[in-house]
C-alpha cells in the first residue's frame, strides 16, 4: 500500500426502511479532525479525471452510488512508496469504504458504473495554487486510463 493511504472499510444498519451508514467521525484516527471543505461530484459513466495532486491538503474519498476505479500514484519524492502505483474499486461492485489520500499522492478516477457520486471531504478549502495537474496520459506515470472501457478526450478532465 501506498505510504500514508489508508482504507476505512464502512458498516450499514439496515433495516426494513433501507439502511444507516456512519461515513466519517471527526474523531476517526485516519481523518485527524483535519476539515476545510465537503464537495460532491456528480459524473457519467466513462469519465476520467486524472491527474490532481495536492501540495499539502488530504483527501477523503467516498463512492456514494456508481462504480468507480481510484487510481493513486505516489508522486513524493522521500516517500517510502516513491512511484508506487495503486487502483481501489469503490461504490456499487466495490469497496464499501472511505479512502484517505496524503497529500503529494496523484490521484485519478475513471467511472465504471454511472452516474457515480462522489462524496469528499478535504483539509482545506479549495485553493487555485494547492491543487496541481498532471495529463492523464503523462509518461513518467505510464498509467492507462483507456484499459477496459473506452474514453473519449470530451470525457478527459
Known amino acids: 500500500m501506498i505510504d500514508g493511504v489508508v482504507i ?14 456512519e461515513i466519517l467521525h471527526d474523531t476517526d484516527a485516519f481523518f485527524e479532525g483535519k476539515f476545510g ?3 460532491h461530484s456528480n459524473m457519467v459513466e466513462g469519465v476520467v479525471k486524472a491527474w490532481h495532486v495536492h501540495k ?37 461492485g466495490g469497496q464499501d469504504a ?26 482545506s478549502a479549495y485553493n487555485k495554487d494547492e491543487e496541481g495537474r498532471i495529463a492523464f496520459d503523462d509518461p513518467t506515470i505510464g498509467y492507462d486510463w483507456v484499459q477496459g472501457m473506452p474514453i473519449t478526450n470530451k470525457n478527459i478532465t
Open 8 to 21: 476505512q472499510t464502512l458498516f450499514p444498519h439496515p433495516d426494513e426502511r433501507g439502511f444507516f451508514k
Open 37 to 39: 471543505q465537503l464537495s
Open 56 to 92: 499539502t491538503q488530504i483527501d477523503w474519498w467516498y463512492v456514494a452510488t456508481g462504480e468507480i476505479k481510484l487510481v493513486l500514484y505516489d508522486s513524493r519524492e522521500k516517500s517510502p512508496t516513491h512511484k508506487k502505483l495503486e487502483e481501489f474499486y469503490l461504490g456499487e
Open 98 to 123: 472511505m479512502v484517505k489520500i496524503p497529500a503529494g499522492v496523484a490521484h485519478g478516477c475513471k467511472v465504471l458504473k454511472g452516474p457515480a457520486n462522489l462524496i469528499y471531504v478535504t483539509s
